[in-house]
C-alpha cells in the first residue's frame, strides 16, 4: 500500500490490522518521528502489527547515519523491541516477532531494530528459510476481534471515559510483563525448528567468570566480540552482554548479572540529554540498591565509527575501575573532539 507519509503509513497499518490481517511496515529517524502520534494507538488497540525501524540520527544537524536517538523516545509507547547485530538476526527476528506479537499474552506490536549502513546498506549472505518452513512456524494470524465481521461488529479505538482507561494501560503492562516468557518460548522453537539460537532477551559472552562486563545493543556487540576475544586471550577476565531486547527491559537477568561483577559498562549509541545513555540509565534502575561500579559510555553518535581502539579504551577503563573500586568518570565521551574520556 502507497500513501504520502510515515504518519499515514502506520494509520494504515493499524487499520489493516484492525480488519484481521497481518501487517508490516518499515521506517527510519524522521519518519519514525511523524509516526510518533500513532504508535501507542497500535499498542492500545492492542494490534499486532510487526515494524523495522533503521536506526538513523535525528535532526538536527542533518545525518543519515547511525544512530539510536530516533528509536528511544518510543521507548513508552507499549511496542516490544529488539536490537539486531546482523542481516541473518534482522531477518530471523522479523519472523520470530510476529509469533510474538500475535500470542494472545502479548498482542502488542513489535518493533525490530537495525542499525544504517552498517546493516541496512551492507551486503552480507542471509540463510532463506523456505517459505513453507516460514508458514509453519507462524501460521495464519486469525485476529480475537477483527473491526470487519459483520457477525460480531465491534468499534475500535473509541473515546474511553476516566472510569476505564486505568484498567487499559495496566493491561498493556501486564502484557509487556508477560512477554519474556513468551520471547524465550519463541526463540527454543525457532532455534528447534531452524538451528539458529539468537538468545532470547540477552545474549551473554564469557561472563560466568568475567570480573567486568560491557553491555551493547546493535552492531556493536559484535566488534565488542572481538575485543573479548582478544583481552581473553591476554588472560583478562572481560565479557559482553548483548542487549537484545529493549521491551521489555531484562530487569532481572541485568541485576543477576550486573551483582557478580566488580564493574560494568554501558555503551550507549544515543544520549538524553544531561542524564546521559538511555541504556545505562535502564541498568542503573535495574541495579538498583548494588554497589557495583557502573560507566557510561556515550559513543558512535551520527554514524561515527566504533572501533576496537574505543572498545579497548572501555574494557581499559572498567579494568582499572575493578582494581581502585574507584570510578574515574561515570560520563565518558568516547572519541569526541575536545573530550576527555
Known amino acids: 500500500m502507497e500513501v504520502e507519509s510515515e504518519h499515514s503509513a502506520l494509520s494504515a497499518t493499524v487499520a489493516a490490522s484492525a480488519t484481521g490481517?497481518?501487517?508490516?511496515?518499515?521506517?527510519?529517524s524522521q519518519g519514525l518521528m511523524l509516526m510518533h502520534e500513532i504508535l501507542p494507538i497500535a499498542s492500545g488497540m492492542r494490534l499486532p502489527v510487526v515494524m523495522a525501524v533503521v536506526n538513523r540520527a535525528i535532526a538536527a544537524p542533518i545525518n543519515i547515519w547511525v544512530e539510536h536517538n530516533d528509536i528511544m523516545p518510543e521507548r513508552d509507547s507499549g511496542w516490544l523491541q529488539v536490537f539486531c547485530d546482523n542481516n541473518q538476526e534482522v531477518l530471523d527476528m522479523v519472523l520470530q516477532s510476529f509469533r510474538i506479537a500475535e500470542d494472545k499474552r502479548v498482542a502488542l506490536p513489535m518493533v525490530v531494530n537495525l542499525d544504517a549502513f552498517i546493516l541496512s546498506h551492507t551486503v552480507e549472505p542471509v540463510?532463506?528459510?523456505?517459505?513453507?518452513d516460514a508458514d509453519k512456524f507462524i501460521p495464519k494470524y486469525v485476529a480475537p476481534s477483527p473491526f470487519l465481521d459483520p457477525g460480531n461488529p465491534v468499534a475500535l479505538g473509541t473515546l474511553v471515559p476516566p472510569d476505564y482507561v486505568q484498567e487499559t494501560r495496566w493491561q498493556v503492562d501486564d502484557a509487556m510483563r508477560k512477554a519474556p516468557k513468551v520471547i524465550e518460548e519463541v526463540n527454543?522453537?525457532?532455534?528447534?525448528?531452524?538451528?539458529r539460537n539468537w538468545g532470547g532477551m540477552?545474549?551473554?559472552?564469557?561472563?560466568?567468570?568475567?570480573?567486568?562486563?560491557?553491555?551493547?545493543?546493535?552492531?556493536?556487540?559484535?566488534?565488542?566480540?572481538?575485543?573479548?576475544?582478544?583481552?581473553?586471550?591476554?588472560?583478562?577476565?572481560?565479557?559482553?552482554?548483548?542487549?537484545?531486547?529493549?521491551?521489555?527491559?531484562?530487569?532481572?537477568?541485568?541485576?543477576?548479572?550486573?551483582?557478580?561483577m566488580k564493574a560494568v559498562g554501558v555503551y550507549d549509541r544515543a544520549v538524553s540529554f544531561g542524564v546521559g545513555g538511555p541504556s545505562y540509565i535502564e541498568l542503573r534502575n535495574a541495579s538498583y540498591g548494588l554497589s557495583v561500579p557502573t560507566i557510561d559510555f556515550i559513543g558512535g553518535l551520527g554514524g561515527r565509527d566504533l572501533s576496537l581502539a574505543d572498545i579497548r579504551l572501555m574494557f581499559d577503563r572498567l579494568l582499572e575501575t575493578a582494581k581502585t573500586g574507584k570510578v574515574k568518570r561515570e560520563f565518558v565521551w568516547v572519541n569526541t573532539r575536545g573530550v576527555e574520556p
Request: glycine share 4%.
Open 127 to 132: 540463510d532463506l528459510m523456505e517459505p513453507a
Open 21 to 28: 490481517v497481518r501487517t508490516f511496515t518499515a521506517t527510519s
Open 188 to 195: 527454543a522453537a525457532f532455534a528447534k525448528q531452524f538451528g
Open 202 to 260: 540477552i545474549e551473554n559472552y564469557m561472563t560466568d567468570d568475567a570480573e567486568v562486563v560491557l553491555v551493547a545493543m546493535g552492531s556493536a556487540s559484535a566488534t565488542a566480540h572481538e575485543v573479548v576475544d582478544e583481552y581473553r586471550a591476554k588472560g583478562k577476565k572481560v565479557g559482553l552482554v548483548k542487549l537484545r531486547f529493549w521491551r521489555p527491559y531484562p530487569t532481572e537477568q541485568i541485576r543477576k548479572l550486573v551483582s557478580k
